[in-house]
């Protein structure tokens, strides 16, 4: 039977303190079998508070503690509240490399230890279900933040659902509403927000800038979305009232809140982040994501005119911030924020190699191609299986949806790069 390897854990901040304090260096060597140990035991064995720990960092990635652990592993436990900035000074995130540095230049860097002040009890998700459409349950939401001295909500949805929302509000004791957040513009995101101003005047809207004009004036928008989505749809969805000028701009910073705002194209142009204490509402950056009996189950959202390298840079500049929890517009909240966003990067790429190498096949049949290619090579999108009958039906609906702005993607290349694509 071979020798457990020998695997240095490092540590930051106050577990660094922690350790010095015991007269301990803040690199562990621990012991670790063939089959791994999790970071929940490793702590345990190093005599650290759970409560303060984040999470574990594994070559790289962020992790909850519960994950196995490799032998040889590049290997660090993290404190909870570091700021994203602050990891990516501590090396944990330096473009794929972990940096180096004394014990000394890593306590002049660490902040204090403390928990996250992000109260999660404070924020509530409102489903807006559709139900004159086949699996639209658990789809489409709206999150709702009540803090102690302002309350925001994100994503309003469609006008169709505007009444159970301010319903649903009101029954939760919202009597002021400060601010709408919008992920991006499309008509299930915010078509109903000129309806929500209607009973809550008193809010402001935030919206991207290139987004702006086009909930002022909403004809185009409702125009462009009649075409893509389809007359049924956007009738179930119901019109968009404009919103007044003078309630709706862009700000990178919201208010007194904390909230900040990040340019995020990809799943559209016009797409934004929010950014509150260590939340990421996320709207469709990561793509969809739905609840499923075991594993995850998560799908890129990449409609025309979608840009592989623009994509990429936004899920790479969320990655940096190591938000510890993230909202999905589709659907849920969840925790590992960056490995769920990590999960969606290497879907971007996965899927584009596969529209690429199914590109050939029949128009008819592509469709079908690349779906038996991504069971096949995408552990994460094989939990498709999972769902239940009307939720799997709607997921291979919307697989045609980012088939169709990847193969424009792909046919926009050099015939190269489509080549090198396809040869993997």
């Given at each position: 039977?071979?020798?457990?390897?020998?695997?240095?854990?490092?540590?930051y901040g106050c577990l660094h303190t922690i350790r010095k304090e015991r007269g301990l260096s803040s690199v562990a060597e621990v012991s670790i079998p063939e089959q791994g140990r999790t970071g929940r035991d490793l702590a345990r064995e190093l005599d650290l508070p759970l409560e303060k720990i984040e999470g574990v960092f594994i070559d790289h990635r962020v992790y909850g503690l519960d994950r196995l652990i490799p032998p040889g592993a590049d290997v660090a436990f993290v404190p909870t509240g570091v700021p994203g900035p602050?990891?990516?000074?501590?090396?944990i995130y330096a473009?794929?490399?972990?940096?180096?540095?004394?014990?000394?230049?890593?306590?002049a860097a660490a902040p204090s230890c403390r928990k996250a002040s992000l109260d999660l009890n404070r924020?509530?998700?409102?489903?807006?279900n559709q139900p004159l459409l086949e699996g639209f349950r658990r789809f489409i939401s709206s999150w709702l933040y009540r803090g102690e001295k302002f309350t925001?909500?994100?994503d309003p949805g469609p006008l169709s659902t505007i009444p159970h929302l301010v319903k649903e509000m009101r029954r939760l004791g919202v009597e002021r509403l400060d601010h709408i957040l919008l992920t991006h513009i499309h008509i299930d995101h915010a078509g109903g927000t000129g309806a929500l101003l209607r009973e809550f005047p008193e809010a402001r809207v935030i919206c991207h800038p290139e987004g702006v004009r086009h909930l002022v004036a909403p004809a185009k928008l409702w125009e462009g979305s009649r075409k893509v989505l389809g007359k049924l749809l956007t009738d179930v969805y119901g019109e968009i009232l404009p919103?007044?000028?003078?309630?709706?701009?862009?700000?990178?910073?919201?208010?007194?809140?904390?909230?900040?705002?990040?340019?995020?194209p990809g799943h559209a142009q016009h797409h934004l982040c929010f950014l509150l204490e260590d939340l990421l509402f996320a709207g469709e950056v990561a793509g969809v994501r739905s609840e499923v009996?075991?594993?995850?189950?998560?799908?890129?959202?990449?409609?025309?005119?979608?840009?592989l390298e623009v994509a990429l840079d936004s899920l790479d500049r969320m990655i940096a911030l190591a938000p510890r929890t993230m909202v999905f517009a589709h659907h849920g909240l969840a925790d590992d924020a960056v490995d769920h966003l990590q999960i969606a990067r290497r879907q971007l790429l996965l899927w584009v190699q596969g529209v690429a190498e199914t590109a050939s096949v029949d128009e008819s049949k592509r469709e079908e191609a690349l779906f038996r290619w991504l069971l096949e090579r995408d552990e994460i999108y094989r939990n498709i299986h999972q769902l239940p009958p009307d939720i799997h039906a709607r997921e291979r609906i919307f697989l045609g949806n980012t088939l169709r702005g990847m193969s424009e993607y792909v046919e926009s290349l050099p015939a190269e790069e489509r080549r090198a694509l396809s040869d993997g």
């Open positions: 039977m071979p020798e457990p390897l020998m695997t240095s854990i490092r540590m602050h990891r990516y000074m501590l090396g473009a794929g490399r972990t940096a180096g540095g004394s014990d000394r230049e890593h306590e924020l509530t998700c409102i489903d807006l925001l909500l994100v919103v007044p000028a003078d309630k709706i701009w862009f700000k990178d910073i919201i208010g007194e809140t904390g909230v900040r705002a990040f340019l995020t009996p075991e594993g995850i189950y998560i799908r890129p959202a990449t409609p025309p005119r979608f840009e």
